[in-house]
T-cell receptor, first 113, second 115 residues
């Protein structure tokens, strides 16, 4: 079946450094790629998303890039802060066989002060 | 503009009892999705419902689990005869039109503990 692979599973960075999380997807018909941040004890919150007709999108310290040819997309967080520490999930959506959103396994980000 | 609401936030049940989890989607959303999350793990899709219809239940166990989204009222995920392995966080999400691109917005989750 369709799947989304996410790497790394754990990422530890120093405050102020950048963090990059990468995902690959298998369904070439995927056309929407949201990213979620989940803090301890809470539900996932959408932080940024990108559609397949765009290669890059930026919102303050976070940016997402998409390479449709390689079926690869990435989340970039610059100038990391301790409050960025959380679990991040990527996802890929398509209408193949009906609307489906496949989530990656998550990346646990630790930002050390 | 209220987001997705779930209740209860915490639910404790003994083995063999029933658990009922409720989800009210965001205003204007008619598509609801249920996910299960075990500690330290990712989100596992269970079921996708539209008002009065189950669209995709491929991730839901065939026995003991059922879901509904009636014309009026919240969506309900029902687990009968709970076992310890059902202990998890259950998240509900809602979306506007059920066709990609379409954003799913998540609720705060219900944490089920089976004693």
């Amino acid at each position: 079946g369709e799947n989304v692979e996410q790497h790394p599973s754990t990422l530890s960075v120093q405050e102020g450094d950048s963090a990059v999380i990468k995902c690959t997807y298998s369904d070439s018909a995927s056309n929407y790629f949201p990213w979620y941040k989940q803090e301890l004890g809470k539900g996932p919150q959408l932080i940024i998303d990108i559609r397949s007709n765009v290669g890059e999108k930026k919102d303050q310290r976070i940016a997402v890039t998409l390479n449709k040819t390689a079926k690869h997309f990435s989340l970039h967080i610059t100038e990391t802060q301790p409050e960025d520490s959380a679990v991040y999930f990527c996802a890929a959506s398509s209408n193949t066989g009906g609307f489906k959103t496949i989530f990656g396994a998550g990346t646990r980000l630790f930002v050390k002060a | 503009n209220a987001g997705v609401m779930q209740n209860p936030r915490h639910l404790v049940r003994r083995r063999g009892q029933e658990a009922r989890l409720r989800c009210s989607p965001m205003k204007g959303h008619s598509h609801v999705y249920w996910y299960r999350q075990l500690p330290e793990e990712g989100l596992k899709f269970m079921v996708y419902l539209q008002k009065e219809n189950i669209i995709d239940e491929s991730g839901m166990p065939k026995e003991r689990f059922s879901a509904e989204f009636p014309k009026e009222g919240p969506s309900i995920l029902r687990i009968q005869q709970v076992v310890r392995g059902d202990s998890a966080a259950y998240f509900c999400a809602s979306s506007l039109n059920g066709q990609s691109p379409d954003t799913q917005y998540f609720g705060p989750g219900t944490r089920l503990t089976v004693l």
